[in-house]
């Protein structure tokens, strides 16, 4: 078992900057990849940025030269660094946590943190 618990989000004005963190613990010896999904009111769950157990980060494109994500080892927190915030980027943050257990690969879930950007 691997439990999540996201944080950091909040309102901001467009332009503006928030950082999420996502504190795991538990299982987390091992993943195969961390990432951060995003649901806007209305939509479906989408991915915005992912890190692989070979540090391999990923992005999708809306995401690509404001937001970054990263990991400290040591405290076992991964963090989404959000810049030039814009109002499309409302929506409840999720951080998500996949690994093998056993021969099957299973998806771990926050509780998710609300970010609002206004205009």
């Known amino acids: 078992q691997v439990q999540l618990v996201e944080s950091g989000g909040g309102l901001v004005q467009a332009g503006g900057s928030l950082r999420l963190s996502c504190a795991a613990s538990?299982?987390?010896?091992?993943?195969?990849?961390i990432g951060w999904y995003r649901q806007a009111p209305g939509k479906g769950r989408q991915l915005v940025a992912d890190?692989?157990?070979?540090?391999?980060?990923n992005y999708v494109d809306s995401a690509k030269g404001r937001f970054t994500i990263s990991r400290d080892n040591a405290k076992n927190v991964v963090y989404l660094q959000m810049n030039s915030l814009k109002p499309d980027d409302t929506a409840v943050y999720y951080c998500n946590w996949k690994k093998f257990t056993g021969l099957q690969v299973r998806d771990y879930w926050g509780q998710g943190t609300q970010v609002t950007v206004s205009s």
């Open positions: 890190i692989s157990s070979g540090g391999r980060l």
């Open positions: 538990g299982s987390t010896d091992s993943f195969i990849v």
